[in-house]
């Protein structure tokens, strides 16, 4: 019999985590750190789905041996390379079912250590939207775009502060340009998954610090529950001055292809209005950046002092201080503290 353990128990362990799940179903979520071992391509598990339905267990059984049977060397040899000396290989699919089951004989054919997951991916994902609703000491960093949000973040948090990067798991800075230079976004999924992960870093932290955020951050969507709690939280809100923004702009997104910015304001051409737009679209053509910026910070100004208007609210100005001289600042001044 192999052992298999609770979620929280399963998370804590050392040891390679294996989803042998399909390479799509990992790509739409998996525990982070998790390595994809699949035990069927996509097109073979939807074959032995629509199999299992239609013809019972064992006809799913017997072409699932039948397709596995030729690469069962290549499987264990990649097992023998996961496992160490110290720990078990931890192992999953997604209902801790037969095919994390069926690796797992495998790796213990090779006298290999196993543990498998309770209830498998299905049950890590009700852990994950339970983790959400619990309450959370959150806080929250606001500022107006250009403020340098999530640099002063990143230097608060190599100082101690407990902070959650949301744009940085989104891959996103949270406008209509906040992919451009930046990797695919993960599926909303995913990043539920990534957010769990850096929320249980955290346990225990007086203060968790966050960038005040609309509900998505690009197409990835802040979970409900911890939407609801940041809605609530306490915001303080970083104040620079116009020209220390358009600068901190300019050097994101200067170096970014012209078509690209041109397409992302004409994404919110709408928004900006037909003056605004030719504007920024005539001021990127010259290369422009600074007078670029200045036509879209009109609107997104906006945005922003709508979002924050229920918001319990203060305000700290921070002039042009570098992200280490204003994150050291906002500690001087008991703003906040390491966590």
């Not at 600068?247 to 004409?266: C, D, F, K, N, R």
Request: aromatic fraction near 6%; hydrophobic fraction near 45%; charged fraction near 20%.
């Amino acid at each position: 019999m192999i052992p298999s353990l609770p979620i929280t128990e399963f998370l804590v362990g050392e040891g390679a985590i294996l989803d042998v799940r399909s390479p799509a179903e990992f790509a739409q979520g998996h525990i982070p750190g998790a390595v994809n071992l699949p035990l069927f391509d996509d097109a073979e598990r939807a074959e032995i789905g629509t199999l299992y339905k239609q013809q019972g267990r064992q006809a799913a059984v017997l072409r699932g041996l039948a397709l596995v049977g030729p690469r069962m060397g290549a499987l264990a040899g990649t097992l023998a390379q996961a496992a160490t000396d110290s720990a078990p290989l931890r192992m999953h699919c997604w209902r801790g079912g037969m095919r994390s089951a069926s690796v797992a004989w495998l790796a213990r054919q090779l006298d290999l250590p196993v543990l498998l997951l309770e209830g498998g991916y299905k049950a890590y994902r009700r852990w994950v939207l339970a983790l959400f609703e619990r309450p959370w000491p959150l806080r929250l960093l606001g500022g107006r775009t250009g403020c340098g949000k999530t640099e002063l973040l990143l230097a608060l948090a190599e100082r101690g502060v407990a902070m959650v990067d949301l744009e940085g798991l989104a891959h996103h800075r949270g406008s209509s340009f906040g992919a451009l230079g930046l990797p695919p976004q993960p599926s909303s999924e995913h990043y539920e998954n990534r957010l769990a992960a850096a929320l249980c870093r955290l346990e225990g932290a007086p203060a968790i610090w966050l960038e005040a955020e609309s509900s998505q951050v690009g197409r990835c969507r802040i979970p409900t529950g911890l939407w609801r709690q940041m809605r609530a939280a306490p915001v303080l809100e970083v104040q620079r001055p116009i020209e220390q923004r358009v600068a901190h702009l300019v050097t994101i997104y200067g170096s970014q292809e012209p078509q690209a910015l041109a397409e992302a304001t004409l994404r919110i051409a709408r928004r900006l209005g037909p003056q605004r737009t030719a504007a920024a679209l005539e001021a990127i053509e010259r290369a422009d950046w600074a007078s670029a910026c200045l036509q879209m910070l009109d609107y997104y100004d906006r945005c922003y002092d709508h979002e924050l208007s229920q918001h319990r609210l203060s305000t700290v100005e921070l002039g042009q201080l570098s992200p280490a001289a204003a994150a050291q600042e906002l500690l001087d001044r008991g703003l906040m503290a390491p966590g």
